[in-house]
Every structure is written in structure tokens, then in C-alpha cells.
């Protein structure tokens, strides 16, 4: 299992961290937002699913990744 810490710029409400909470578990991984650190740490399997594939689900929600 591999992990990282992805910065998100406009996350600012509970309904925020749920739309990137499901973008994460969507792309195959598993997060935990930081609403105030505006951060999510993310854990996945680097052989199912790529850190580029997380990102990508989460700025399909509309979120950037900085």
C-alpha cells in the first residue's frame, strides 16, 4: 500500500469533503479529508490504481490539486 498527502484548493463545506472523499473511494483508493488543513490523505494499491488516476477523479469534482 502506498500513501500521499494532496494538497486541494476549494474545498470549504461538508458537502466538499464528501464530493472528494467518493472521488477517492471512485478511483479505486481510500481518503481522509482535512477540511481546514485543505488536504486529504490518500491510501491506495499502486498495482489496481495509479496516484495520477486519484488526482484525476478529484479535479473531475472540480477541485484543483496544488
Do not use: F, N, R
Not at 469533503?17 to 467518493?22: D, F
Amino acid at each position: 500500500m502506498a500513501s500521499a498527502v494532496l494538497k486541494v484548493e476549494g474545498m470549504t463545506c461538508g458537502h466538499c469533503v464528501s464530493a472528494v472523499e467518493k472521488a477517492v473511494t471512485g478511483a479505486g483508493a481510500t481518503g481522509k479529508v482535512d477540511l481546514a488543513g485543505k488536504s486529504v490523505a490518500v491510501e491506495y494499491d499502486e498495482a489496481k490504481v495509479s496516484l495520477d488516476a486519484v488526482k484525476a477523479a478529484i479535479e473531475d469534482q472540480g477541485y484543483d490539486i496544488v
